[in-house]
């Protein structure tokens, strides 16, 4: 399938031929549902955290946070369109109904873009109220959405405006900074993160950022920022409708990106050590942060505790000495702590077998997922899976992963009582401070294989195991429950006029 002119190609992308048609038989291959046993419940997979040790988790937390141990890790590789996408439909046909519109007559003032609208509009000659008087969008919305105006259908959501205060309008990642600030700022007065964007947006989000840096600086706290952009040897090939590659018009190769899972070379890449994972858009306003930054010094501090006796065992399981209360502790630490059964048969196994499966069982990264009950959001959730082998474990399953065909598999997956917020502690380094090569715990049996098209023809496409679902699937993985208020998305500009993103209400 392959032609001279297309290895150039793949040489550019640290690709081999081996490697495409590696992924063609996965296209080919289909996806492998996965076999769910049973939801993750409260005492079966989900911990609740005891408030009586709530002060032993806040001082573990600020002790790795004071070490400089700890950064944020911000996927903000999403563009706005999907937020906007019922506005962009009215703005290419106005006939769609009024209520697309309707939030823009009657809130606009809530909205946080609702000042810079105004002002480009009366640069281009617009009176805001006029137009929205006269319920004449059209020009209200090319200002907002298209690139003669503020261009906000085409942005980056780190971009955007999220947040009115007293003189200012933050960005999601302003907010971002907020939080990381009064989160994981270290003894020196600095705090990290790492920021993965699209390669169309570096640029501005560089600036942005610097930008934020400076601001920073004059208070006297260091931003220490790293940018990366998915790279282009985690994109993929696809198929047309006969399996055969398909090509662009200049007879190259097409190739996509290839998923969020792709971002696990990001994090790789970011040489981190103990991981904050959250989304762009879950932020909320000064007013509201502290009980969200409390829960996540909770999380945090748990997550340390852990990592803590999990080094702690290895290191001595790597020792001759006292072999045989390490294993029983090692078995009470992982049926109590991890909540994980001991393997079928270890009974049988020598003290040798048990101490090497210790070894290599506990010597994983570490991630503590925090959980929020489900009011029937759309997305994935915590569940016990079975795989191949007959072994069992907790992962964060999306319902794409499952059998479609499975009434009971079905039935099993709308019996979740908790989703995942991506709200996530993660240890990248081994115990003995190396970092680990994450590409080897992956799945990679949970790609997808999904159905688009291209040039109006369709294709199928690969995506690589999701960044928290089958990209971390042979992670030591803990699910915590979490309140839901930890919860607050922007997901459609609708989203803004949420208590939860507006200005505090006068008392």
């Known amino acids: ?91 290419h046909d106005p006939t769609h109904p009024w209520a697309y519109v309707k939030d823009l007559e009657t809130s606009l003032e809530q909205f946080p873009f609702s000042l810079p609208l105004a002002q480009i509009l009366q640069q281009q000659g617009f009176h805001l109220e006029t137009l ?56 020196q007065g600095c705090m990290r993160c790492h920021v993965t964007v699209s390669p169309e947006h570096y640029d501005p989000v560089h600036r ?11 208070s006297g706290f260091t ?29 190259a190769l097409l190739f996509r990106p290839g998923g969020h899972g792709a971002l696990l070379h990001n994090i790789q890449y970011s040489q981190g050590d103990i991981v904050l994972i959250s989304n762009i858009d879950n932020v909320v306003p000064d007013y509201l942060k502290e009980p969200v930054l409390e829960w996540r010094r909770l999380l945090g501090g748990y997550f340390s505790i852990l990592q803590s006796r999990l080094g702690s065992l290895l290191r001595s399981l790597f020792q001759a000495s006292s072999a045989e209360l390490v294993l029983r502790e090692c078995e009470t630490f992982l049926q109590q702590e ?35 009950q489900n009011t029937g959001d759309p997305g994935g959730g915590p569940f016990w899976v079975e795989d191949q082998s007959g072994a069992t474990s907790k992962q964060i399953v999306e319902q794409a992963q499952i059998d479609s065909h499975s009434p009971a598999q079905q039935r099993l997956f709308s019996e979740s009582t908790h989703f995942n917020p991506v709200d996530m ?21 949970t790609a997808f294989v999904a159905h688009k098209s291209y040039q109006g023809q ?50």
């Open 458 to 507: 369709p294709i199928t496409v690969l995506e690589w195991p999701g960044l928290w679902n089958g990209g971390m699937a042979h992670w030591i993985t803990v699910f915590v429950e979490i309140p839901r208020s930890m919860f607050n998305p922007v997901k459609t500009y609708r989203d803004w006029l949420h208590p939860h993103h507006q200005p505090p209400q006068p008392s």
């Open 208 to 218: 942005h950022l610097a930008m934020i840096q400076e601001q920073w600086a004059a």
């Open 338 to 372: 991890l909540g994980e059964p001991l393997p079928a048969f270890y009974d049988k196994w020598t003290s040798a077998g048990q101490t090497a499966f210790f070894q290599g069982y506990l010597n994983r990264p570490l991630r503590v997922c925090g959980m929020v």
């Open 1 to 91: 399938m392959l032609r001279p002119d297309d290895h150039p190609e793949l040489d550019k992308r640290h690709l081999s031929a081996a490697d495409l048609e590696a992924q063609v038989a996965r296209l080919n291959r289909g996806t492998v549902p996965l076999n769910i046993l049973r939801p993750c419940h409260v005492e079966d997979g989900i911990v609740q955290l005891p408030s009586a040790l709530f002060d032993a988790y806040r001082q573990a937390w600020s002790d790795v946070v004071n070490a400089g141990r700890v950064s944020k890790f911000i996927p903000a590789s999403g563009a706005a369109t999907r937020m906007f996408q019922s506005l962009l439909q009215y703005l």
């Open 223 to 251: 931003v220490e920022f790293s940018i990366s952009t998915q790279s282009s040897t985690t994109d993929t090939v696809a198929l047309d409708s006969k399996g055969r590659l398909v090509r662009m018009e200049t007879g």
């Open 132 to 187: 929205r008087n006269c319920q004449n969008f059209v020009p209200l919305l090319e200002a907002l959405l298209g690139p003669s105006g503020l261009n906000y259908g085409s942005f980056p959501k780190a971009l955007l405006p999220f947040h009115r205060y007293p003189g200012e309008i933050r960005t999601a990642l302003e907010e971002h900074v907020h939080d990381g600030i009064r989160l994981i700022r270290d003894r």
């Open 425 to 445: 502690v993660c240890g990248i380094r081994d115990f003995q401070g190396m970092s680990f090569d994450l590409s080897q715990f992956t799945d990679p049996e």
